[in-house]
Protein backbone atom coordinates (compact mmCIF):
# COMPACT_ATOMS: atom_id res chain seq x y z
CA UNK A 1 0.00 0.00 0.00
CA UNK A 2 1.68 3.38 -0.68
CA UNK A 3 2.27 5.97 1.57
CA UNK A 4 -0.49 8.44 0.08
CA UNK A 5 -3.05 6.09 0.94
CA UNK A 6 -2.74 5.25 4.62
CA UNK A 7 -4.64 6.76 7.09
CA UNK A 8 -4.08 6.99 10.88
CA UNK A 9 -6.70 7.73 13.15
CA UNK A 10 -6.00 8.73 16.63
CA UNK A 11 -8.86 8.19 18.85
CA UNK A 12 -9.79 9.95 22.45
CA UNK A 13 -11.85 6.24 22.77
CA UNK A 14 -12.27 3.45 20.56
CA UNK A 15 -15.41 3.88 18.40
CA UNK A 16 -19.03 3.15 20.16
CA UNK A 17 -21.48 3.61 17.41
CA UNK A 18 -24.07 2.34 20.14
CA UNK A 19 -23.02 4.33 22.76
CA UNK A 20 -22.44 8.01 21.69
CA UNK A 21 -23.03 10.11 18.57
CA UNK A 22 -19.05 10.41 18.39
CA UNK A 23 -18.87 7.22 17.75
CA UNK A 24 -21.44 7.20 15.19
CA UNK A 25 -19.85 10.08 13.67
CA UNK A 26 -16.23 8.71 13.72
CA UNK A 27 -17.47 5.43 11.59
CA UNK A 28 -19.27 7.66 8.70
CA UNK A 29 -15.64 9.32 8.78
CA UNK A 30 -13.99 5.96 8.37
CA UNK A 31 -16.22 4.91 5.70
CA UNK A 32 -15.90 7.79 3.33
CA UNK A 33 -12.07 6.58 3.90
CA UNK A 34 -12.38 3.43 3.22
CA UNK A 35 -14.69 4.12 0.17
CA UNK A 36 -11.67 6.17 -1.27
CA UNK A 37 -9.12 2.94 -0.89
CA UNK A 38 -7.43 3.98 1.69
CA UNK A 39 -5.47 1.71 4.30
CA UNK A 40 -6.57 2.74 8.17
CA UNK A 41 -4.81 2.18 10.55
CA UNK A 42 -6.83 3.53 14.39
CA UNK A 43 -4.68 4.03 17.34
CA UNK A 44 -5.67 5.45 20.52
CA UNK A 45 -4.64 5.15 24.10
CA UNK A 46 -7.79 4.32 25.94
CA UNK A 47 -8.70 0.88 27.49
CA UNK A 48 -10.28 -1.45 25.86
CA UNK A 49 -14.20 -1.45 26.18
CA UNK A 50 -16.82 -4.29 26.22
CA UNK A 51 -19.05 -2.01 23.52
CA UNK A 52 -15.98 -1.03 21.15
CA UNK A 53 -16.48 -1.90 17.79
CA UNK A 54 -14.68 -4.59 16.59
CA UNK A 55 -12.10 -2.69 14.21
CA UNK A 56 -10.08 -5.47 12.55
CA UNK A 57 -13.59 -6.96 11.14
CA UNK A 58 -13.91 -3.83 9.17
CA UNK A 59 -10.36 -4.23 7.54
CA UNK A 60 -8.95 -1.62 9.94
CA UNK A 61 -5.54 -2.27 11.70
CA UNK A 62 -5.95 -1.57 15.76
CA UNK A 63 -2.55 -0.22 17.84
CA UNK A 64 -3.08 0.76 21.07
CA UNK A 65 -0.52 3.65 21.99
CA UNK A 66 1.04 5.22 25.43
CA UNK A 67 0.62 9.20 26.68
CA UNK A 68 4.12 10.15 27.00
CA UNK A 69 5.91 7.52 25.25
CA UNK A 70 8.48 7.57 23.04
CA UNK A 71 7.18 4.33 21.27
CA UNK A 72 4.37 6.31 19.28
CA UNK A 73 7.63 7.81 17.50
CA UNK A 74 8.78 4.43 16.68
CA UNK A 75 5.41 3.31 15.79
CA UNK A 76 4.42 6.60 13.58
CA UNK A 77 7.49 6.38 11.48
CA UNK A 78 7.10 2.74 10.86
CA UNK A 79 3.64 3.35 9.52
CA UNK A 80 4.18 6.85 7.62
CA UNK A 81 0.82 8.11 7.28
CA UNK A 82 -0.01 10.93 4.47
CA UNK A 83 -3.06 11.67 7.02
CA UNK A 84 -3.42 11.78 10.22
CA UNK A 85 -6.48 12.33 11.69
CA UNK A 86 -6.89 13.54 15.64
CA UNK A 87 -9.93 12.95 17.48
CA UNK A 88 -10.82 15.76 19.50
CA UNK A 89 -8.13 18.58 20.57
CA UNK A 90 -7.00 17.20 23.81
CA UNK A 91 -5.60 14.34 21.50
CA UNK A 92 -3.79 17.09 19.01
CA UNK A 93 -2.29 18.13 21.93
CA UNK A 94 -0.71 14.76 23.12
CA UNK A 95 0.45 13.44 19.62
CA UNK A 96 0.31 16.32 17.16
CA UNK A 97 3.98 17.66 17.96
CA UNK A 98 5.01 13.72 17.43
CA UNK A 99 3.13 13.46 14.44
CA UNK A 100 4.65 17.05 12.98
CA UNK A 101 8.18 16.05 14.38
CA UNK A 102 8.28 12.19 12.64
CA UNK A 103 5.92 12.86 9.60
CA UNK A 104 5.85 16.68 8.79
CA UNK A 105 4.44 15.86 5.54
CA UNK A 106 0.94 14.29 6.91
CA UNK A 107 -1.80 15.97 6.62
CA UNK A 108 -3.12 16.91 10.13
CA UNK A 109 -6.57 17.07 10.65
CA UNK A 110 -8.95 17.72 14.03
CA UNK A 111 -12.22 16.21 14.16
CA UNK A 112 -13.97 18.68 16.72
CA UNK A 113 -17.14 16.60 17.37
CA UNK A 114 -18.37 19.34 18.99
CA UNK A 115 -16.59 22.84 20.02
CA UNK A 116 -15.93 21.70 23.92
CA UNK A 117 -15.32 25.45 24.86
CA UNK A 118 -18.73 26.63 23.65
CA UNK A 119 -20.32 23.34 26.05
CA UNK A 120 -18.49 24.25 28.82
CA UNK A 121 -19.33 28.02 28.57
CA UNK A 122 -22.32 27.16 28.32
CA UNK A 123 -22.69 24.88 30.83
CA UNK A 124 -20.86 27.52 33.67
CA UNK A 125 -23.53 30.16 32.33
CA UNK A 126 -26.44 27.63 33.28
CA UNK A 127 -25.13 26.51 36.61
CA UNK A 128 -24.35 30.61 37.47
CA UNK A 129 -28.24 31.00 36.89
CA UNK A 130 -27.47 33.46 33.83
CA UNK A 131 -27.61 33.28 29.72
CA UNK A 132 -24.63 32.46 28.17
CA UNK A 133 -23.03 35.05 26.11
CA UNK A 134 -20.27 34.85 23.72
CA UNK A 135 -17.82 36.98 25.65
CA UNK A 136 -18.11 33.64 28.00
CA UNK A 137 -15.97 32.38 25.34
CA UNK A 138 -12.62 34.34 25.82
CA UNK A 139 -12.55 33.41 30.22
CA UNK A 140 -12.24 29.23 29.24
CA UNK A 141 -8.86 28.17 29.15
CA UNK A 142 -10.31 25.40 27.03
CA UNK A 143 -11.57 27.46 24.51
CA UNK A 144 -7.36 28.88 24.77
CA UNK A 145 -6.77 25.34 23.89
CA UNK A 146 -8.84 24.21 21.44
CA UNK A 147 -8.07 26.95 19.56
CA UNK A 148 -4.68 26.57 19.67
CA UNK A 149 -5.58 22.93 18.67
CA UNK A 150 -7.22 24.31 15.70
CA UNK A 151 -5.15 26.53 14.10
CA UNK A 152 -1.90 24.08 14.97
CA UNK A 153 -4.13 21.72 12.21
CA UNK A 154 -3.79 21.76 8.83
CA UNK A 155 -7.80 21.50 8.53
CA UNK A 156 -10.19 20.82 11.28
CA UNK A 157 -13.66 19.07 10.60
CA UNK A 158 -16.88 21.26 12.58
CA UNK A 159 -20.47 19.61 12.71
CA UNK A 160 -22.64 22.86 12.97
CA UNK A 161 -22.79 25.91 10.78
CA UNK A 162 -23.41 27.66 14.16
CA UNK A 163 -19.76 26.85 15.14
CA UNK A 164 -18.76 27.71 12.22
CA UNK A 165 -19.71 30.81 12.03
CA UNK A 166 -18.12 31.44 15.87
CA UNK A 167 -14.81 30.09 14.83
CA UNK A 168 -14.96 32.69 11.79
CA UNK A 169 -16.88 36.22 13.59
CA UNK A 170 -15.71 35.30 17.25
CA UNK A 171 -11.77 34.11 17.01
CA UNK A 172 -11.28 34.98 13.29
CA UNK A 173 -10.14 31.45 12.12
CA UNK A 174 -9.26 31.62 8.53
CA UNK A 175 -12.08 29.94 5.94
CA UNK A 176 -9.25 27.80 4.71
CA UNK A 177 -8.60 26.12 7.96
CA UNK A 178 -12.00 24.99 8.72
CA UNK A 179 -14.67 22.63 6.91
CA UNK A 180 -17.83 22.26 7.52
CA UNK A 181 -18.95 18.33 7.86
CA UNK A 182 -22.33 17.04 9.72
CA UNK A 183 -23.72 14.06 10.00
CA UNK A 184 -23.16 11.73 6.74
CA UNK A 185 -26.45 10.12 6.57
CA UNK A 186 -28.64 7.72 3.60
CA UNK A 187 -31.54 9.07 2.23
CA UNK A 188 -35.17 7.91 3.40
CA UNK A 189 -36.64 7.17 0.40
CA UNK A 190 -40.26 6.45 -0.23
CA UNK A 191 -40.57 2.33 0.74
CA UNK A 192 -38.30 2.84 3.78
CA UNK A 193 -40.77 5.28 4.97
CA UNK A 194 -43.67 2.79 4.53
CA UNK A 195 -41.84 0.35 6.84
CA UNK A 196 -41.91 2.41 9.69
CA UNK A 197 -44.30 2.04 12.52
CA UNK A 198 -47.52 4.10 12.41
CA UNK A 199 -48.60 6.50 14.89
CA UNK A 200 -51.05 3.48 16.47
CA UNK A 201 -48.16 0.78 16.71
CA UNK A 202 -46.15 3.42 18.61
CA UNK A 203 -45.98 3.92 22.08
CA UNK A 204 -44.39 6.06 25.25
CA UNK A 205 -41.82 8.19 25.24
CA UNK A 206 -38.31 8.28 25.34
CA UNK A 207 -35.01 10.02 26.08
CA UNK A 208 -32.11 8.46 25.42
CA UNK A 209 -27.75 9.89 25.40
CA UNK A 210 -24.79 8.48 26.55
CA UNK A 211 -24.51 9.64 30.72
CA UNK A 212 -20.64 9.95 30.33
CA UNK A 213 -22.25 13.56 28.49
CA UNK A 214 -22.79 15.84 31.21
CA UNK A 215 -25.61 17.65 29.21
CA UNK A 216 -27.49 14.40 29.12
CA UNK A 217 -27.86 13.82 33.15
CA UNK A 218 -29.18 17.34 33.11
CA UNK A 219 -31.63 16.95 30.94
CA UNK A 220 -32.52 13.39 32.23
CA UNK A 221 -32.62 15.65 36.03
CA UNK A 222 -34.78 18.18 34.40
CA UNK A 223 -37.58 15.76 32.89
CA UNK A 224 -38.18 14.34 36.30
CA UNK A 225 -38.49 17.62 38.22
CA UNK A 226 -40.26 19.80 36.20
CA UNK A 227 -41.34 18.43 32.71
CA UNK A 228 -42.75 14.77 33.63
CA UNK A 229 -45.10 15.66 36.41
CA UNK A 230 -46.63 17.81 34.41
CA UNK A 231 -47.27 15.11 31.27
CA UNK A 232 -48.41 12.58 33.62
CA UNK A 233 -50.60 14.64 35.30
CA UNK A 234 -52.55 14.90 31.50
CA UNK A 235 -51.39 11.54 30.70
CA UNK A 236 -51.73 9.41 33.89
CA UNK A 237 -50.87 6.19 31.31
CA UNK A 238 -47.65 7.50 30.13
CA UNK A 239 -44.32 6.02 29.93
CA UNK A 240 -40.93 7.83 29.83
CA UNK A 241 -38.26 5.32 28.78
CA UNK A 242 -34.74 6.99 29.66
CA UNK A 243 -31.89 5.10 28.00
CA UNK A 244 -28.23 5.56 27.74
CA UNK A 245 -24.84 4.11 27.71
CA UNK A 246 -22.99 4.28 31.34
CA UNK A 247 -25.79 5.31 33.53
CA UNK A 248 -24.43 5.96 37.20
CA UNK A 249 -26.02 5.07 40.52
CA UNK A 250 -27.45 9.00 40.53
CA UNK A 251 -28.91 8.25 37.17
CA UNK A 252 -30.01 4.45 38.21
CA UNK A 253 -32.02 6.23 41.78
CA UNK A 254 -34.40 8.07 38.93
CA UNK A 255 -35.74 5.24 38.70
CA UNK A 256 -39.96 4.84 39.36
CA UNK A 257 -41.95 2.83 37.36
CA UNK A 258 -45.15 3.76 39.10
CA UNK A 259 -44.78 7.21 38.12
CA UNK A 260 -44.11 5.82 34.39
CA UNK A 261 -40.47 6.80 34.81
CA UNK A 262 -37.79 4.13 33.45
CA UNK A 263 -34.09 3.89 33.76
CA UNK A 264 -33.71 1.08 30.87
CA UNK A 265 -29.86 1.49 30.82
CA UNK A 266 -28.06 0.70 27.78
CA UNK A 267 -30.11 -0.14 24.79
CA UNK A 268 -28.89 -3.19 22.89
CA UNK A 269 -30.04 -1.55 19.84
CA UNK A 270 -30.43 1.77 20.03
CA UNK A 271 -32.33 2.74 16.58
CA UNK A 272 -34.51 0.26 17.36
CA UNK A 273 -35.75 1.83 21.12
CA UNK A 274 -36.60 5.04 19.26
CA UNK A 275 -38.24 3.31 16.64
CA UNK A 276 -40.85 2.10 18.55
CA UNK A 277 -41.59 4.89 20.71
CA UNK A 278 -43.98 7.59 19.89
CA UNK A 279 -41.69 10.55 20.89
CA UNK A 280 -38.51 11.93 21.86
CA UNK A 281 -37.81 14.03 24.89
CA UNK A 282 -35.02 16.40 24.61
CA UNK A 283 -34.96 19.20 26.75
CA UNK A 284 -31.17 20.09 26.68
CA UNK A 285 -29.83 23.00 28.59
CA UNK A 286 -26.76 23.67 27.62
CA UNK A 287 -24.21 21.45 25.15
CA UNK A 288 -22.88 22.16 21.38
CA UNK A 289 -22.61 20.43 18.13
CA UNK A 290 -25.68 18.44 16.41
CA UNK A 291 -27.95 16.02 18.59
CA UNK A 292 -27.22 12.33 17.23
CA UNK A 293 -30.02 11.63 19.23
CA UNK A 294 -32.21 13.99 17.12
CA UNK A 295 -31.31 13.19 13.96
CA UNK A 296 -31.64 9.20 14.81
CA UNK A 297 -35.02 10.43 16.04
CA UNK A 298 -35.40 11.74 12.48
CA UNK A 299 -33.86 8.64 10.56
CA UNK A 300 -36.75 6.12 12.49
CA UNK A 301 -39.27 8.52 11.36
CA UNK A 302 -40.02 9.44 15.65
CA UNK A 303 -41.00 13.05 15.82
CA UNK A 304 -39.18 14.79 18.91
CA UNK A 305 -39.59 17.66 20.98
CA UNK A 306 -36.63 19.84 22.18
CA UNK A 307 -35.15 22.87 23.11
CA UNK A 308 -33.58 25.88 21.11
CA UNK A 309 -29.97 24.83 22.26
CA UNK A 310 -31.10 21.23 21.52
CA UNK A 311 -31.85 22.09 17.81
CA UNK A 312 -29.51 24.45 17.00
CA UNK A 313 -28.21 24.54 13.69
CA UNK A 314 -29.84 21.31 12.79
CA UNK A 315 -32.70 22.17 10.67
CA UNK A 316 -31.52 24.87 8.92
CA UNK A 317 -34.73 27.00 7.12
CA UNK A 318 -37.16 23.97 7.17
CA UNK A 319 -39.69 23.21 10.34
CA UNK A 320 -38.66 20.93 12.70
CA UNK A 321 -39.79 17.44 13.68
CA UNK A 322 -42.21 18.47 16.09
CA UNK A 323 -41.60 21.22 18.12
CA UNK A 324 -38.95 23.36 19.50
CA UNK A 325 -39.98 24.81 22.79
CA UNK A 326 -37.60 26.13 25.83
CA UNK A 327 -40.19 26.35 28.82
CA UNK A 328 -41.25 23.40 30.98
CA UNK A 329 -44.66 24.12 31.07
CA UNK A 330 -44.84 24.72 27.25
CA UNK A 331 -42.50 21.68 26.50
CA UNK A 332 -44.69 19.14 28.49
CA UNK A 333 -48.27 20.79 26.45
CA UNK A 334 -46.47 20.89 22.85
CA UNK A 335 -45.48 16.97 23.99
CA UNK A 336 -49.16 16.46 25.10
CA UNK A 337 -50.20 17.50 21.91
CA UNK A 338 -47.77 15.49 19.56
CA UNK A 339 -48.56 12.63 21.50
CA UNK A 340 -52.20 12.61 20.71
CA UNK A 341 -52.45 14.20 17.60
CA UNK A 342 -52.18 11.74 14.70
CA UNK A 343 -52.18 14.55 12.21
CA UNK A 344 -49.65 16.71 13.93
CA UNK A 345 -47.43 13.59 14.61
CA UNK A 346 -47.25 12.55 10.95
CA UNK A 347 -46.71 16.13 9.74
CA UNK A 348 -43.81 16.04 11.98
CA UNK A 349 -42.09 13.06 10.62
CA UNK A 350 -42.18 13.97 7.57
CA UNK A 351 -40.04 17.22 8.27
CA UNK A 352 -38.14 15.22 9.80
CA UNK A 353 -37.23 13.32 6.57
CA UNK A 354 -36.98 16.41 4.48
CA UNK A 355 -33.99 17.81 7.03
CA UNK A 356 -32.23 13.86 6.62
CA UNK A 357 -32.98 14.48 2.69
CA UNK A 358 -32.44 18.00 2.44
CA UNK A 359 -29.21 18.25 5.03
CA UNK A 360 -27.34 15.44 5.64
CA UNK A 361 -26.67 13.34 2.93
CA UNK A 362 -23.21 11.87 2.88
CA UNK A 363 -23.55 11.58 -1.08
CA UNK A 364 -23.77 15.66 -0.89
CA UNK A 365 -20.45 16.06 1.48
CA UNK A 366 -18.62 13.13 0.35
CA UNK A 367 -16.80 13.91 -2.74
CA UNK A 368 -16.35 17.30 -2.15
CA UNK A 369 -14.94 16.73 1.12
CA UNK A 370 -12.22 14.29 -0.15
CA UNK A 371 -11.40 16.89 -3.37
CA UNK A 372 -10.86 19.30 -0.59
CA UNK A 373 -8.62 16.52 1.13
CA UNK A 374 -6.67 16.00 -1.84
CA UNK A 375 -6.16 19.72 -3.05
CA UNK A 376 -4.42 20.52 0.70
CA UNK A 377 -2.43 17.45 0.44
CA UNK A 378 -1.07 18.46 -3.12
CA UNK A 379 -0.37 22.27 -1.86
CA UNK A 380 0.76 21.64 1.56
CA UNK A 381 3.74 23.70 1.69
CA UNK A 382 1.44 27.26 0.51
CA UNK A 383 -1.62 26.15 3.07
CA UNK A 384 0.54 26.01 6.12
CA UNK A 385 2.57 29.32 4.58
CA UNK A 386 -0.70 30.98 4.77
CA UNK A 387 -1.38 29.92 8.26
CA UNK A 388 1.85 31.68 10.32
CA UNK A 389 -0.07 31.72 13.59
CA UNK A 390 -0.60 27.99 13.13
CA UNK A 391 3.25 27.23 12.61
CA UNK A 392 4.18 29.54 15.41
CA UNK A 393 1.80 27.66 18.08
CA UNK A 394 3.29 24.78 16.56
CA UNK A 395 7.14 26.31 16.96
CA UNK A 396 6.45 26.81 20.54
CA UNK A 397 4.26 23.29 20.90
CA UNK A 398 7.29 21.22 20.06
CA UNK A 399 9.83 22.95 22.52
CA UNK A 400 7.20 23.26 25.86
CA UNK A 401 4.71 20.17 25.07
CA UNK A 402 7.62 18.07 23.82
CA UNK A 403 10.15 18.85 26.48
CA UNK A 404 7.28 18.34 28.86
CA UNK A 405 6.56 15.07 27.72
CA UNK A 406 9.98 14.00 27.59
CA UNK A 407 10.28 14.70 31.47
CA UNK A 408 6.75 12.55 32.26
CA UNK A 409 8.53 10.30 30.29
CA UNK A 410 11.64 10.14 31.95
CA UNK A 411 10.35 10.83 35.31
CA UNK A 412 7.94 7.33 35.02
CA UNK A 413 10.89 5.49 33.91
CA UNK A 414 12.32 5.95 37.24
Not at 65 to 90: G, H, Q, T
Not at 239 to 246: C, E, F, K, M, S
Request: with cysteine.
Amino acid sequence: MSKLRKFLIIGFVWPEPNSSAAGGRMMQLISIFQEQGFDITFASPALDSDFMIDLRVLGIEKKSIALNCSSFDDFIKELNPSIVLFDRFMIEEQFGWRVTENCPDALRILDTEDLHCLRQARQKAFKENRNFVVSDLFSEEVAKREIASILRCDLSLIISEFEMELLESVFKIDSSLLYYLPFLLNPIFEDILKELPLFEERTDFIFIGNFLHEPNWNTVQYLKESIWPLIKKQLPDAVLNIYGAYPSQKVLQLHEPKFGFCIMGRADNAQEVVRKSRIVLAPIRFGAGLKGKLVEAMEVGTPSVTTTIGAEAMNGELPWNGFIIDDAEGFAKAAIELYQDKNSWNEAQLNGIEIINTRYLKNNFATDFMKMIFHIQSNLQSHRANNFIGSMLQYHTMRSTKYMSKWIEAKNKN
